[in-house]
């Protein structure tokens, strides 16, 4: 056997239960933050390109994937020693809070973590979160020495707002209107994901309470495309009141 054998699972950043979706969006997300054109052609995007393209090429076709993950058990078996039992825990995994915007036009984030079975001290990591980047993705960051082989995976989450509840790819607000508005029907505006204003429409003698959905104007979802705005809208009924 050859002495390099690539570890394709490490490459796309995903474990080695994932399903095949996980590994397709892995990939898609990877394959445009580090493609050639973005990164002007550079020796490393090309060579950090076909790593990826490799390891997709194996691991969405369960064939190659079923052999691949035979012969990666056989080289772990292979190498497996009393010293290895006693190995220290190399892998990390922690949640970072994004804001709204951030899953949308992408953000640079450094992740430090201090291990205090690193004898060199804290490790920093650069993360790129690209644009158009689901709430619950996972990045897998390898880690340098001593702890060569280990990941620091780091699953992204929406962080709690004042605008914006969210639920999943969902964006949940409330919108206050006149009880003159409720009656007649119309159309509100409020801030969307990203700060612009955006149209909601209001059916005529809707209820207190009702949830108007905005469709594509929440956060992006794991397959493509966007989850919805929902619009609560809360008013106070016209009460008058009148001598006999």
Known sequence: MPDYFPDHYATLGVGRRCTAEEIRVAYRVLAKKCHPDIKGHSAESVERSQELNSAHEVLSDPPKRLAY???????????????????????ITQD???????????VSLEVKVNDPANPHGAETYPLDVPEDTAPGTRFRLPRDAPFAGGFVTVRVKAMAGYRFKVRGSDLRCDLRISAQRATQGGTEMVPGALGRLVRVPIPANVARGAIVKVPNEGLP?????????????????EVRVTRR
């Open 69 to 91: 993950d035979r012969e990666l058990k056989e080289r772990e078996r292979s190498t497996d020693s009393p010293a290895r039992a006693g190995k220290v825990e190399r892998n």
């Open 96 to 106: 970072v809070n994004l804001r709204v915007e951030d899953f949308l036009r992408g």
């Open 221 to 237: 979802r794991p397959r493509g495309g966007r989850g919805d705005l929902l619009v609560r809208l809360t008013y106070r009924p």
